[in-house]
């Protein structure tokens, strides 16, 4: 099917449906911390209260049904939360045979156990599909009297960049930092006004059996104000197959109905016999709000792999549409172009999808 075809058809399928919640964008435009409406102080995973309330409130077209709100706690001792990500996608990719199929992209169960509310609680994010069962999070967290320091214990994301929902985007690809790669060990966290602070020290195994004595440290830092948002990470992976040291920048602006989102990292990889390799990725993206419960999503993903090579680099132009049309529902369509290297077919294919995403 020609592409100009199945995108007129995939937008008139979504509007038959219903934003990708728990981005950074929706934080730039309300000038707060990820963690006002998340459990975890870096943002995705299951909403608090008030992260409820806002999806069921503020992001949506219309509100539907007399019920109460959903808040997630069942408890003040217990609270729990959930996604599931439906899809269809059309993958075209120069001199292969087109792919088109139906999946699952990702289901998840959030659990949170307040042993001590407001102290002490217990966390787990568990990954039901596609295909089996997957444990991405579990820890123990402790938070000071103040509530503006916490420490954590066990398996969980790491705290460097933008926590996009897009693992594909080149910035979460590349450097590994996503929601398919956790990782076990300590971390420590503060939050005060405008800053927030994260550390970490894990295995560097990526959730896997640890197999040297390497360590990886994580650290992110960033300044929230009303209308903009700055900060920097730096992570270092020690390990016995080849070291590895990122560090980034990245910002967030809001002008107006639109929120802008930006962050380039430098990657340095220690290769066999003493060789280095310098990569680069980057991201520019505009999230433009045209009305309540509608996003539109545009964004440049930039990839060097190896700057002592040149012409290698990799770029991804993507457009997207998401609505949210009432609450605990919201739909997706949008495509991704990749202009690559010309001898390599996959660095230069086309993808379109559909995505119903359900949550409570």
Known sequence: MPIRSLVAA??????????????????VYEGMQCSACHS???????????????????????????????????SKWFAIGGNLRAEYRYVDTPNQP?????DVSRGTIYLEANLIPGRVSLYVDQQFAPRGSLNREAYLKLRSESGKWHLAAGQFFLPYGLRLQDDSAFIRQVTGVNFNN?????????????????????????????????????????????????G???????????????????????????????????????????????SLAGLLEANWLVGKGHNLKLSYSYHDPDDGISDNHQVRYSVIWEHTPMQFLQG??????????????AQNRDELFIELHGFF
Do not use: C
Request: hydrophobic share 40%.
């Open 98 to 102: 087109e792919v088109s199929e139906f």
């Open 10 to 27: 995939l937008a008139l399928l979504v509007a038959a449906f219903s934003s990708a919640l728990a981005e950074p964008y929706l934080a």
């Open 182 to 230: 956790s990782d076990r060990g300590l971390q420590a966290g503060y939050e005060s006004g405008p800053w927030s602070t994260l550390l970490s020290l894990t295995n560097g195994s990526g959730g896997a059996s640890e197999n040297d004595t390497g360590k990886q440290v994580s650290f992110i830092t960033n300044f929230v104000a009303s209308r903009w948002r700055a």
């Open 332 to 345: 997706r369509v949008g495509i991704h172009i990749y202009d690559g290297i010309p001898q390599v077919d």
């Open 232 to 278: 920097l990470s730096f992570n270092f992976n020690d390990s016995d197959a080849g070291d590895r040291q990122m560090q980034n920048l990245f910002f967030g602006l809001k002008t107006g109905p639109i929120a802008w989102l930006a962050e380039i990292d430098w990657i340095n990889d220690d290769l066999p016999a003493g060789a280095d390799r310098d």
């Open 40 to 74: 975890h102080p870096a943002g995705g995973g299951k909403r608090n209260a008030y992260g409820n309330a806002f999806a069921q409130t503020e992001m949506l077209s219309k509100r539907v049904g007399d019920g109460g709100m959903w808040s997630g706690e069942i």
